[in-house]
Every structure is written in C-alpha cells, then in structure tokens.
C-alpha cells in the first residue's frame, strides 16, 4: 500500500455541526507510505474515531477513505484480515493487551501469526525500553507506562506500511518517549513505512513531513 486518501470524511456524530475547523476532516488528506504525520488534536474531536475507520473497525462516518485506489467500505472480512497482518499495524489507545498473560507472551502471540522478530530482536527491545526484567511479569502487575511500552514492542512484530500510534507517550517520561521516537524512526526508515501518531498534547519527537489539527 502507498497511500491513504480521506475524501471529505467525517464522523456522523458530526454531521449536523454548522461549521467544522480541521485539517482533517471534510477535507482532501493524503498520508503517504514513507512519511511521517502528527495529528493534534483536543478531546473530542475524534481521534480514535479516526484511527478505528482506517483500522475497519468502525464505518459510522462520511466521505470516503481510499486505501491507494480502493474504497475501504467495499473491503471484506478476509481483505482486512490480510490488510492487517500485512499493510495496517495499529497502537490503540487502550492498548489492548492480555492482562492476565505476561509481557513476553503477549508478544508471543503476534509474532507467532507474522513470524516476523526473531526472539533476540523481541527480547533487545526490552532491553531497550527498560523491561528486561519485566518480561515474565503479568500484564495486570504493569503500570499504565510499562504497558504502553509492551504494546509498542508488539506494534512492531508483523510486517507494515503504515503504523498508528495513538497516544503512545501519555504515560511515560522523556527518556522512554526519546527510546520509542528512535526505534521507531529506525524501524519506518528500514520498512519505508508511514508513521501517523495522535496526541493531545505529548507526542512523539520526530521529523514529520505534516502536522496536522483535528
């Protein structure tokens, strides 16, 4: 996939709003396989609702999103499930994770699917977001940061054109935003991946190509 085009998307919340002041929606967007965007945007404006339409996990909006050529609202089941193990990774918002597994196991569980980390890349990546000693440890024992670290490391365990991150550093401080901004820029560059982060406020230190408010 190289690109995805929104073409005056809009959530239906908002469809009866006098007037809208966005970047993105009701507007003509292009994100780029290759580049990186930040999205800022304040509570409420949607976001996630954003996140979840390109992930096809929600439809209730306008417009339309193109996925290069395709409308995204012609897809079918088995069309996202290959999307999403090929093209689309996603980090949530709510993170998602298992709480009752370990650190390492919910790992385990997506790398197992891609086959895409071997076990030393997986476990250096703790090292490096400050975990090592974390992996054997139940997701539900983690503080909100360490479990958005975790999440993180499984974002990068299948093969992407693009990568979402929605709030990713929320929780943590400079130091582990810094390591995150870098594995992420190093892992983009080597996929010529595109890189869309959200935030509120905190988001990730990286070179974008566009900034844009929601």
């Known amino acids: 996939m190289q690109q995805i085009h929104l073409q005056q998307t809009l959530p239906q919340v908002f469809a009866d709003l006098n007037s809208i002041t966005s970047d993105v929606w009701h507007k003509d967007v292009l994100l780029q396989k290759g580049e990186l965007t930040l999205i800022e945007a304040a509570s409420g404006t949607g ?3 954003l996140c979840s339409y ?3 996990y929600r439809n209730d909006y306008q417009g ?3 996925f290069d050529n395709n409308n995204i609202s012609n897809l079918h089941t088995k069309e996202w499930t290959h999307l999403r193990r090929t093209s689309l990774s996603m980090l949530f918002q709510d993170l998602r994770l298992f709480e009752e597994l ?3 196991d919910n790992i385990r569980i997506k790398n ?3 086959k895409y980390k071997k076990k030393k890349e ?3 990546l703790f090292e490096r977001l400050g975990l090592a000693d974390k992996t054997h440890t139940k997701v539900s024992k983690l ?3 360490q479990q958005q670290r975790v999440a993180f490391i499984r974002s990068l365990c299948q093969p992407f054109d693009f990568i979402f991150l929605d709030e990713p550093v929320s929780h943590l401080d400079e130091v582990n935003s810094s390591t995150i901004s870098e594995i992420l820029l190093e892992e983009a560059t080597n996929r010529q991946a ?3 982060v959200t935030s509120i406020g905190k988001h990730l230190d990286l070179p974008y190509n566009q900034v844009l408010k929601l």
């Open 194 to 196: 595109g890189v869309i």
């Open 102 to 104: 370990s650190a390492l």
């Open 112 to 114: 197992k699917l891609t």
């Open 47 to 49: 976001k996630s609702s």
């Open 64 to 66: 339309i999103i193109n």
């Open 54 to 56: 390109i992930y096809g």
């Open 143 to 145: 503080s909100f940061g």
């Open 122 to 124: 997986i476990l250096q």
